[in-house]
Each structure stands twice: as structure tokens, then as C-alpha cells.
């Protein structure tokens, strides 16, 4: 059973909006570092954005600030990425993932794909010029 299960991905233009889902798929993530990552084609996976569901704390790459919102609805085991101003850069497979360590959640490491335990299998974020 995949323990992360994204949804919410598509295709728009450049300018437009999107919100990806992650559903924990039946497991407790409470107390986790959940991210959102991507990879483009021929490219790293690369963090988006991070958030320590404990906390609330939250974390984004330098290419995303101020466009892109990291929440979570720790109710309803739920991690959301609010995806603004889309550009065509942005057009990557979207990941979501969750690890119980506490201290992945941090400046130097949540972006590491490396430390995350647990994946799901992306949804496809595609922008057009």
C-alpha cells in the first residue's frame, strides 16, 4: 500500500493557480516533516517546500517564495501545495513525503529527498507559455 497518495495535478497556463493534495492513505503522520518535491525531465528532484506537522514551521525553495503555500489539515491527515503564478519552470512530476524525523526539518536538510522515508507516487504539474 503507498502510504502518500497525491492528487491535484494538471495542465494550465502560465499565470495560473493549482492546489496538490496529499492524502495519508490510512497512516497518522503527526509529528512528521512533510514536503513536497519535484522532478523535471533529465533533472534532480529538488525540494519545494517543507512543513513540520508538529509545528506548523515551514520552509520553500528560493524559486517558489511567494508563490507557492505549504499547509496541512493535520485533521484529516492532509498536506496541500498551493501553487500561484505558475511558470512553464515549474512543470515537473510533484512528490510528496514524510518522514517522523523531527530534525530533517530544518534550513540545512529538508530538501535533502535522500532523509524521507515515505513517498507517494507524484501527479504531473504541466505549465504552458
Known amino acids: 500500500q503507498v502510504p502518500l497518495v497525491e492528487s491535484g495535478g494538471g495542465s494550465v497556463q502560465a499565470g495560473g493557480s493549482l492546489r496538490l493534495s496529499c492524502s495519508g492513505s490510512?497512516?497518522?503522520?503527526?509529528?512528521?516533516?512533510m514536503a513536497w518535491f519535484r522532478q523535471a525531465p533529465g533533472k534532480k528532484r529538488e525540494g519545494v517546500a517543507a512543513?513540520?506537522?508538529?509545528?506548523?514551521?515551514?520552509y520553500y525553495a528560493d524559486s517558489v517564495k511567494g508563490r507557492f503555500t505549504i499547509s496541512q489539515d493535520n485533521a484529516e491527515n492532509m498536506l496541500y501545495l498551493q501553487m500561484n503564478s505558475l511558470k512553464p519552470e515549474d512543470s515537473a512530476m510533484y512528490f510528496c513525503?514524510?518522514?517522523?524525523?523531527?530534525?530533517?526539518?530544518?534550513?540545512?536538510?529538508?530538501?535533502?529527498?535522500?532523509?524521507?522515508?515515505?513517498w507517494g507516487q507524484g501527479t504531473q504539474v504541466t505549465v504552458s507559455s
Open positions: 512543513i513540520y506537522s508538529g509545528g506548523g514551521i515551514t
Open positions: 513525503a514524510a518522514d517522523p524525523a523531527k530534525g530533517i526539518c530544518n534550513l540545512k536538510s529538508w530538501y535533502d529527498h535522500i532523509l524521507f522515508g515515505y
Open positions: 490510512g497512516h497518522t503522520y503527526s509529528n512528521f516533516c
